[in-house]
C-alpha cells in the first residue's frame, strides 16, 4: 500500500549544528513531496517540496534530497536554530486527488 | 500572507453529540480538504473537496461524516454522532490546484468527546 514513514523518531542537536530528517515512502508512483514542520498546537507549515522528476531543491537554509532509487527522502536544515524545533512531518501526494500522505513524523529539538 | 481560518480552535463535546468544525479557505482556493490527527500520531486524510463534491475519502470518513460548503467562503465538517475515539486535531486545508505548492493548512480544532 500507499506509505510514508520515518526512520528516527527524534533528533536533538546544538545550535548552529546541521541536522538531517530521513523519511522512507513505498510508492514508486509518487508524484511530489513535501516537508511540514508542526509547532506545538498548530497546523503543518509549508517548508519545501520537491517532485518526482528532481533530486534535489534548495530553499533559505533547507535543501531537500530525494532518491527514487531507494525510495529516500530527506530534510537538511543548515545553522539549526531554536526556533526550528518541532515535529517535522515528509508527507506525499501525487498519485490521489489531491491526497497528502504523512509520515510519522521526527521531534527536532535544538538546544541553545 | 492569506491563511486558512478554523473556529472554534477547541470544542468539547459528550459522546453521541453532533459537532460541526468550521473552516474558512483561502479565497482563490479551489480544492479543500479535512485531515486529522489523534495525539502523538501522524496527520491522517479524511476527505478532499472539489467543485461542490467529494473528490476522495479515506476509509475513517464513514457515515457519520460529511462536509459541506455552505456559502461561498466556508467549508465544514459535520460529525454526527461523536465517539470517544473521534478526539483529536482537526485540520482544514485548501489548494490552488491538485498538485500544486500552496497546500496550505489551518491551525486545527481540537475535539474533545467525553
Known amino acids: 500500500g500507499e506509505s510514508v514513514g520515518l526512520h528516527l523518531p527524534t533528533l536533538s542537536v546544538q545550535e548552529g549544528d546541521n541536522s538531517i530528517i530521513n523519511c522512507a515512502y513505498s510508492n514508486s508512483a509518487s508524484d511530489y513531496f513535501i516537508w511540514y514542520k508542526q509547532e506545538s498546537g498548530k497546523g503543518p507549515q509549508f517548508i519545501i517540496d520537491?517532485?518526482?522528476?528532481?533530486d534535489k531543491r534548495q530553499g533559505q537554509r533547507v535543501t531537500v534530497l530525494l532518491n527514487k532509487t531507494v525510495k529516500h527522502l530527506s530534510l537538511q536544515i543548515a545553522a539549526t536554530q531554536p526556533g526550528d524545533s518541532a515535529v517535522y512531518f515528509c508527507?506525499?501526494?501525487?498519485?490521489?486527488?489531491?491526497?497528502?500522505?504523512f509520515g510519522q513524523g521526527t521531534i527536532l529539538t535544538v538546544h541553545p | 500572507e492569506p491563511e486558512v481560518t478554523q473556529t472554534p480552535s477547541h470544542q468539547v463535546t459528550q459522546m453521541g453529540q453532533e459537532v460541526i468544525l468550521r473552516c474558512v479557505p483561502i479565497s482563490n482556493h479551489l480544492y479543500f480538504y479535512w485531515y486529522r490527527q489523534i495525539l502523538g500520531q501522524k496527520v491522517e486524510f479524511l476527505v478532499s473537496?472539489?467543485?461542490?463534491?467529494?473528490?476522495?475519502k479515506s476509509e475513517i470518513f464513514d457515515d457519520q461524516f460529511s462536509v459541506e460548503r455552505p456559502d461561498g467562503s466556508n467549508f465544514t465538517l459535520k460529525i454526527r454522532s461523536t465517539k470517544l475515539e473521534d478526539s483529536a486535531m482537526y485540520f482544514c486545508?485548501?489548494?490552488?490546484?491538485?498538485?500544486?505548492?500552496?497546500?496550505?493548512f489551518g491551525s486545527g480544532t481540537r475535539l474533545t468527546v467525553v
Open positions: 473537496f472539489y467543485n461542490n463534491e467529494i473528490s476522495e
Open positions: 508527507a506525499h501526494g501525487g498519485t490521489s486527488y489531491g491526497k497528502l500522505t
Open positions: 520537491i517532485r518526482s522528476n528532481m
Open positions: 486545508a485548501s489548494s490552488e490546484g491538485v498538485r500544486v505548492t500552496g497546500y496550505t
